[in-house]
């Protein structure tokens, strides 16, 4: 099946650090979602794209769709600790997403 | 709203046995999805359903069984338990996935151990 290359796979930051993770596939997508999931909770939506090339910013985070619609990539700036959690990339097909392995952010206060 | 529901929060089931993880959504979602999340893995797709009625194999189906007879609701079923199949369950749901409001919002998990 269809698979989302996510990177890296893990983060270990101080607070305050900037951080950039970026998902790439071998397939063309309609849209990229960046989800974040606390410990213990469903994923949460953060920002969504829709168009090749679009850059959108939602607070301290910032999102590309890439112009050949087979990657993206996210930046959260200035760390703080409740940024900690999995964040994960999904493209999205007709009926589906497909969702990247997931990148684990840890921020030292 | 409520959201996307989801019971039970924890479950622990010997090999072999069954059991239903039911998931509900007051949000008048048509689409429906089952994710299993291993740990230290992403979110694998189980079954998913776009409407009352209808239902489609995800990417790892083997070893659960779906139904969709409201909007409302998307129970999912293991029949015969087996230790491969602890994980986490996620339900989800969202208004339309093509284009704009693809959002899929999802539940709290259900975290089920098979010994």
């Known amino acids: 099946g269809q698979q989302l290359n996510q990177s890296p796979q893990s983060m270990f930051i101080q607070e305050g650090e900037d951080v950039s993770m970026n998902c790439t596939s071998s397939s063309i997508f309609n849209t990229w979602l960046w989800y974040k999931q606390d410990p213990g909770e469903g994923p949460v939506l953060l920002i969504a794209l829709y168009k090749a090339g679009e850059l959108t910013s939602n607070g301290r985070l910032t999102a590309q769709f890439g112009i050949t619609r087979k990657d993206s990539f996210l930046n959260i700036s200035a760390s703080i600790p409740s940024d900690v959690g999995i964040y994960f990339c999904?493209?999205?097909?007709?009926?589906?997403?497909?969702f990247g392995t997931g990148t684990l952010l840890a921020v030292q206060p | 709203n409520a959201g996307v529901t989801q019971t039970p929060k924890f479950r622990i089931l010997k090999i072999g046995q069954s059991m239903t993880l039911q998931c509900a959504q007051d949000?008048?979602?048509?689409?429906m999805y089952w994710y299993r999340q291993d740990p230290g893995m992403g979110l694998k797709l189980i079954y998913y359903?776009?409407?009352?009625?209808?239902?489609d194999k995800g990417e790892v189906p083997n070893g659960y069984n779906v139904s969709r007879s409201t909007t409302e609701d998307f129970p999912l079923r293991l029949e015969l338990a087996a230790p491969s199949q602890t994980s986490v369950y996620f339900c989800?749901?969202?208004?339309?996935?093509?284009?704009?409001?693809?959002?899929?919002?999802f539940g709290p998990g259900t975290r089920l151990t098979v010994l």
């Open positions: 989800a749901s969202s208004y339309f996935t093509g284009g704009a409001n693809n959002e899929q919002f």
């Open positions: 359903s776009v409407g009352a009625g209808i239902t």
């Open positions: 949000m008048n979602h048509n689409y």
């Open positions: 999904a493209g999205t097909t007709t009926n589906k997403h497909i």
